[in-house]
């Protein structure tokens, strides 16, 4: 199969990635591909170009019905999210979202506390949504939180009404969404209108492309060299920009470089002055992937680092985020003190198991 020039659209990428072996022929994929290459095709023709898709009937001014959107769910490292990206990087229009899902619900709540005046800030949250944005595309769709879980189900009937189409991954199937939470049948409509709103496919076939790619490469590099790190964080996140300042609990945390989905700080910025376990608890729900570059051997002048560090760890480990760690030493040899000896012994173990296919096929827990 020949790769097309100057593909366009999800269909052609994909064909490219088969045709030099980023991807293998995978039923599941494919039939994904032709959804999204649907959704694609269908948001191009679309009529309106107003943020709220109105329409005039005779009499009566209504809604354009959403494009039909699509809900990819299944295992890690399956293309999922390369292939969302293939979708939304071709979209010829600005007025276009995508970000990770927690993300996504942090700014929801931040406009939330802005229409604090209002009786439903929703609807208003919704209208700027749709204003700002034709096409929603959320990664890591995940519902743990009773807040989000109760938000979601009037805000995506908001959503669809205003005609916003919604593209999602996902590790699970929409009926799997909150299972077990409380007042579950609350977010149950959501649901429903993910399923009639989006078509749902399973994208599961067997070959694991984020495993393959990272068996050839280190998680845990030792020395001064940051090629390696380079090369592993261009891979997982290839839109990433360089010193993107975040702002973690009402503190500007700078970053080395950051994407939606990961961000590389130096051990200087995680681990030095005033950063707590909150930080990291934040920090573990928003990125699936966390490089730390320039971690010095700990102990001695440095137990108060070393503590932070051990904090970090835990919580990376906790959420099952992929830590990359570049270091003056190898981790057997990290610490070198007497205080925290007994910690460390946790934090060996934890950075080894890190690097493990077992942990790495395990999902965000965002």
């Keep these: 199969m020949n790769a097309p020039s100057n593909p366009r659209g999800p269909r052609n990428r994909y064909q490219a990635a088969l045709s030099t072996g980023e991807f293998v022929p995978d039923a599941a994929q494919a039939s994904a591909v032709d959804t999204l290459e649907r959704v694609y095709q269908e948001l191009i023709a679309y009529p309106p170009k107003s943020g709220l898709a109105l329409r005039w009937l005779p009499g009566r001014m209504t809604r354009w019905p959403p494009v039909r959107g699509a809900y990819l769910w299944g295992g890690v490292g399956r293309g999922k999210t390369w292939l969302m990206d293939a979708f939304f990087g071709d979209l010829p229009f600005s007025r276009k979202r995508r970000t990770h899902f927690h993300r ?3 700014d929801v709540h931040q406009r939330r506390r802005q229409y604090a005046d209002r009786s439903d ?6 209208e700027d949504l749709a204003r700002e944005a034709r096409v929603l595309c959320f990664d890591e769709f995940y519902v743990s939180d009773i807040a989000d879980a109760m938000i979601l189900g009037r805000l995506t009937e908001a959503l669809f009404e ?3 189409t919604l593209v999602a991954t996902s590790n699970c ?15 149950l409509p959501a649901i429903e209108r993910i399923g009639r709103h989006c078509d749902v496919l399973a994208v599961d076939g067997g070959t694991d492309y984020r495993l393959r790619d990272l068996e050839q490469l280190a998680l845990y590099v030792t020395g001064p060299d940051l090629s390696p790190v380079l ?7 290839p839109q990433a920009q360089a010193n993107i300042d975040l702002e973690i609990n009402d503190r500007v945390l700078p970053t080395e470089q950051a994407g939606d989905s990961a961000a590389w700080f130096t051990f200087e910025t995680l681990c030095t002055g005033p950063r707590g376990a909150d930080d990291y608890i934040e920090l573990a729900h928003l990125y699936q992937w966390i490089v730390v570059s320039d971690v010095p051997q700990l102990g001695g002048e440095l137990e108060n680092e070393a503590r932070r560090f051990i904090n970090l ?7 099952r985020v992929n830590l990359v760690i570049q270091a003056e030493v190898g ?5 070198c003190g007497q205080r925290l000896r007994f910690e ?3 934090t060996y173990s934890r950075l080894t198991e890190m690097q493990t296919r077992a942990y790495l096929d395990e999902p965000h827990r965002a």
């Design 331 to 335: 981790v057997d040899a990290l610490y």
């Design 173 to 187: 199937a929409p009926d799997q969404l909150y299972q077990g939470g409380l007042q579950r049948a609350r977010f």
């Design 344 to 346: 460390f012994e946790r």
């Design 104 to 106: 996504f619900m942090r």
């Design 121 to 126: 800030p929703l609807d208003p949250i919704a």
């Design 231 to 237: 090369t592993l964080f261009r891979r997982v996140a």
């Design 162 to 164: 205003r005609g916003v």
């Design 313 to 319: 760890v835990d919580e990376c480990y906790d959420r």
